[in-house]
């Protein structure tokens, strides 16, 4: 575990700006340190960020946690900012690079410091960056919350819904098990079940309980500090089975239990657009991730084969990355997560703009997401009009422990506590009683040896 700070005392933030040279410009209201000074809210009095702690720990997976502290005695805010094996990458982002920049703001300009810390850093964009941006953007909206007194939804314009639909997994490495694992979900409450199995012969599947390590377990302590496995795909009895796996649950399951299945960007456009063909008769509620990141002009070639519905976005790292997806209505479903987006900050803009096209939201809501993302998830779901569907997982009691608070589930949906900010903290002395442990996400290959999309 390393917790490492930034206090006020080792740097002058107004020094590094031109403040004299646009207070000269006139603007109203004046500017400081290159930063509009606030009036006061409410008759609060002025508020500065004083410290920026950066707490990367182990409890179950690792986790990297932003603190920010405020001038206000004991007022400050927790953001989650980790990124599954990447994870030190991101913590020296926001301690070399970003939390210097932050000491003396004004927490309360979020937007402000969204702006200047993603383009400000001219070296825009990608995964470490926006994920440490999200961080802090994270904290940013807990520390409003609780100068406010309102949990995050609140300020995000209030409820619109008692509760956010939630999805579990089911794997196996047969129908059977992956029937008796959907079974479970429902009884458990859940009315949406997303449905992985095993293909037969392979090393492997992603999102099965086949072998020792998968999506699930991959970045978990029991796997760390090992290398990255490799697991074997090949697209034809992929493409063979899956459909197959969904005429049994709907023969054993009925209709009304609704059904997902994320593809992990493995297709090219053909097998993504014969794959969500073939599923049609299953009605899933969407069929997920079918194509690299890289390659959404062929969303084109899948909608012109398919009514299935199409979820994407996980590995998106900016609203730009949705917007030809969300415009052209190639998907049903934008499931970017909030903190690889860039924040609350970005995600409600994303969420807008999904609105006007008739998007809704499918936030991605991992394991490797720390619990203060999951409840900014729900703070949106919850506020926001297009709110589809929600991925959740059920945290260990060590992670609890470490990072207490975030959403409450039943009766197949989620929601958040009225505590004010995100309802989620950590616990500092007991985060480094668990050390960060290297960890990677499998890798894939084809059976040729060749590189395959995990
Ligand atoms: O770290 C990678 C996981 O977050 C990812 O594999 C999970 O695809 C995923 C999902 O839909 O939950
Ligand atoms: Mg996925």
Redesign the pocket.
Known sequence: MATRSHDSGRRNFFKLTGAAALGALGASPPLRGGQAVAKSSRGLPPLKITDVRVIVTSPGRNYVLVKILTSEPGLYGVGDATL??RELAVATALEKHIAPLLIGRDPDQIEDTWQYLYRGSYWRGGPVQVTAVAGVDLALWDIKGKRAGMPLYQLLGGRTRVGALAYT?ASGRDFVEVEDAVRRGMERGFKCV?AQVAIPGLEGT??TSARRKS?ET??RVDQQGELPETEIFEPSPYLRIVPKLFEHLRAKLGDEVELLH?T?EKLAPIQAARLARELEPYHLFFL??LLRPEHKESFRLIRQHSTTPLAMG?LFNSIWDCVPLITEQLIDYI?C?VSHIGGVTAARKVAALAEAFQVKTAW??????GPPVHAAHVALDISIPNFGVQ?MVFFPEVTREVIPGGPTFKDGTMDVSDAAGLGTDVNEELAKKYPYRRSY?PTARRQDGAVQD?
Request: glycine share 20%; charged share 35%.
């Open positions: 599954n094996g997994h997303r992603y999102g999506e991959a970045g994320d992990h997920e991730d996980e499931r997560g991605h809501g991992a394991a490797d997401l991925e996400l995990w």
